[in-house]
């Protein structure tokens, strides 16, 4: 019912920028949360982000200062502004959702999108 689509990951130099992009469409009544996720080669799938339907923001110690998390609430899409890039930054990143389907019900559903991949290397 749901489709995330993540964009704009690459290949960057450290201490370069790049600004990843996630996208919801379908069934969507209200979205509750949005975040986004990280997983490195040989390691789990890690927190990186998250934002709220009332802009309550949460980010991992590992990216404080560096990332911004912000959101285009007529879009349906979530940002994530990644500055001061380094090598431990290396991931494929995931956006994830919990959302509402409709007004007749308070049941929230999990949704994942197929991930994009960021390189920092020189």
């Known amino acids: 019912q749901v489709q995330l689509v993540e964009s704009g990951g690459g290949l960057v130099q450290p201490g370069g920028s790049l600004r990843l992009s996630c996208a919801a469409s379908g069934s969507i009544f209200s979205i509750n949360v949005m975040r986004w996720y990280r997983q490195a080669p040989g390691k789990q799938r890690e927190f990186v982000a998250g934002i709220s339907s009332v802009d309550y923001i949460v980010y991992a110690d590992s990216v404080k200062g560096r990332f911004t998390i912000s959101r285009d609430t007529a879009k349906n899409t979530v940002y994530l502004q990644m500055n001061s890039l380094n090598t431990e930054d290396t991931a494929v990143y995931y956006c994830?959702?919990?959302?509402?389907?409709?007004?007749?019900?308070?049941?929230?559903?999990?949704?994942w999108g197929q991930g994009t991949q960021v390189t920092v290397s020189s």
């Open positions: 994830n959702t919990e959302l509402r389907h409709s007004s007749d019900s308070q049941e929230l559903y999990a949704y």
